[in-house]
């Protein structure tokens, strides 16, 4: 079984995690890495808040 790394980009201030795709599969802003930076990712946790 072959697999690809794990990569990781940094573009205008957003690093992103990518998983063997172009899709970024995370995000953040560097300078507020507190803050949910993907708007699929704050419509997936709207329920916890």
Same mark, same amino acid.
């Given at each position: /079984?072959?697999t690809s790394p794990a990569t990781?980009?940094?573009?205008?201030?957003? !690093?992103?995690?990518?998983?063997?795709?172009?899709?970024?599969?995370?995000? /953040? !802003? %560097?300078?507020?890495?507190?803050?949910?930076e993907l708007e699929y990712v704050? !419509? %997936?946790?709207?329920?916890?808040?």
């Amino acid at each position: /079984m072959s697999t690809s790394p794990a990569t990781i980009t940094e573009f205008q201030g957003v !690093r992103s995690l990518h998983l063997a795709t172009s899709w970024a599969q995370g995000a /953040m !802003r %560097v300078a507020k890495p507190d803050n949910i930076e993907l708007e699929y990712v704050q !419509r %997936v946790i709207t329920w916890s808040i």
